[in-house]
């Protein structure tokens, strides 16, 4: 698997680069945000991105912007990087699409398995066929969703949330199980991840309030689908 590493600091492209290769991953790096965009398309087979938020020419909200937004390059996992600790970095990284984040300075060993986490669930065989709840139709084979006949431009995770919930309808699950479903491994407590991807997921299907109202908000629990 090949993972693109986007940092201005020469000194963390080559750590991190290290540590990759060091668990099996090949490597190509960028040092602005504008080469990142460049080599996400250029490089057809890219499985994950380790993105940096502070960047020259554009940022990284701005690299995931645009990324999620071709469709060529929308699938590739993000990882975000931050230099500090705010919550609006976090939550304005998730809603651009972003599937994961972590702060600077950060523990060599949690990217890691952040970087397997993140990949175990991009790379994980989907079941066969289709669901079809009435306009809105789930293709497993294809890993897409539509609703009326449109393609919803999901991310991974808005894809892999609605999987779960539409195919348990009526089970509640708590937050802390979604991030452990959804996200593969636990994050440290921090299940405001969890309400931003569902605020987004309800939003893309907000034109057909049949569906998108279908999630319902379980007051001190989580989040459960019913028709």
């Known amino acids: 698997m090949k993972i693109l590493v986007v940092d201005d600091e020469a000194p963390i492209r080559e750590l991190l680069v290290f540590n990759l290769?060091?668990?099996?991953?090949?490597?190509?790096?960028?040092?602005?945000?504008?080469?990142?965009?460049?080599?996400?398309?250029?490089?057809?087979?890219?499985?994950?991105?380790?993105?940096?938020?502070?960047?020259?020419?554009?940022?990284?909200f701005e690299v995931c912007r645009r990324l999620k937004q071709n469709k060529a390059t929308s699938k590739i996992p993000i990882i975000m990087i931050t230099a500090k600790d705010e919550e609006i970095d976090k939550v304005l990284g998730l809603e651009l699409g972003a599937d994961d984040y972590t702060t600077k300075p950060f523990g060599m060993r949690e990217l890691i398995a952040r970087v397997k986490a993140v990949l175990r669930r991009s790379t994980k065989d989907q079941p066969e066929g289709e669901l079809i709840i009435g306009p809105l139709k789930i293709n497993f084979n294809a890993y897409t969703a539509s609703l009326n006949n449109e393609q919803l431009m999901l991310t991974?995770?808005?894809?892999?949330?609605?999987?779960?919930?539409?195919?348990?309808?009526?089970?509640?699950?708590?937050?802390?199980?979604?991030?452990?479903?959804?996200?593969?491994?636990?994050?440290?407590?921090?299940?405001?991840?969890?309400?931003?991807?569902?605020?987004?997921?309800?939003?893309?299907?907000?034109?057909?309030?049949?569906?998108?109202?279908?999630?319902?908000?379980?007051?001190?629990?989580?989040?459960?689908?019913?028709?």
């Open 21 to 60: 290769k060091k668990n099996g991953y090949d490597t190509v790096t960028a040092d602005n945000g504008l080469t990142a965009v460049e080599l996400a398309q250029s490089e057809k087979d890219l499985s994950l991105i380790l993105l940096d938020i502070m960047l020259p020419q554009i940022d990284g």
């Open 156 to 227: 991974p995770k808005e894809y892999d949330l609605l999987k779960l919930f539409v195919t348990n309808e009526g089970k509640a699950f708590s937050r802390d199980e979604l991030l452990e479903k959804v996200w593969g491994y636990e994050y440290y407590g921090d299940t405001r991840t969890v309400d931003v991807h569902v605020r987004h997921l309800r939003a893309k299907l907000q034109s057909e309030p049949s569906i998108s109202d279908g999630i319902k908000t379980v007051r001190g629990v989580g989040y459960r689908f019913t028709k």
